[in-house]
């Protein structure tokens, strides 16, 4: 991830598009933050986030309660928040469509699985924070600012999607 110059809905779906796991943070019936790695089966132009879902565990259980959850996409030097509505959705063309190799290791039924959920998120706004010059050069940055007690590299932006 590379800051972009302006934050805006592309800009947070090429974000999105870049990295290969997430974390998807739900609140329990309790209050509670928790949040589960998840790997998107794909980002739309739209900025609509797919993942396949174990129907019957805490974190279904907990977005059906309340299906308000945020994504957070993490490298060195840079992060992007994405708040959102969540969604399962009955569509076995669009399983099929995003179904992969990886996804057999948690679902032994496959695509029958009885287990299998898919679920859609929808972004409704993004906050990004981030180094410039990729990986890199936002470890050298960071680190020279904690050496030299400046104030960070970093910038930040906000947008509604």
């Known amino acids: 991830m590379s800051t972009p110059r302006e934050l805006t809905p592309e800009t947070v779906i090429d974000v999105m598009r870049e990295e290969r ?3 998807l943070s739900t609140a329990t019936p309790e209050g509670k933050i928790v949040s589960h790695p998840m790997t ?5 132009d739209a900025g609509d986030v797919w993942f396949f879902i174990g129907l019957q565990g ?3 259980a907990a977005i059906r309660a309340n299906p308000q959850v945020n994504l957070a996409f993490a490298e060195t030097g840079s992060w992007l928040s994405v708040s959102g509505l969540a969604e399962f959705v009955t ?3 669009k399983a099929r469509e995003l179904w992969d190799g990886e996804v057999d290791a948690y679902f032994d039924g496959g695509l029958d699985d009885p287990n299998l959920g898919l679920l859609r998120v929808t972004g409704e706004s993004a906050q990004y924070w981030g180094v410039p010059g990729g990986k890199v050069a936002a470890a050298v940055k960071i680190a020279a600012a904690k050496i030299t007690g400046s104030e960070g590299p970093g910038r930040s932006g906000t947008t509604e999607l």
């Open 91 to 93: 569509d076995e063309a």
């Open 21 to 23: 796991f997430v974390m």
């Open 58 to 60: 805490d974190q279904a």
């Open 40 to 44: 998107p089966q794909e980002v739309t």
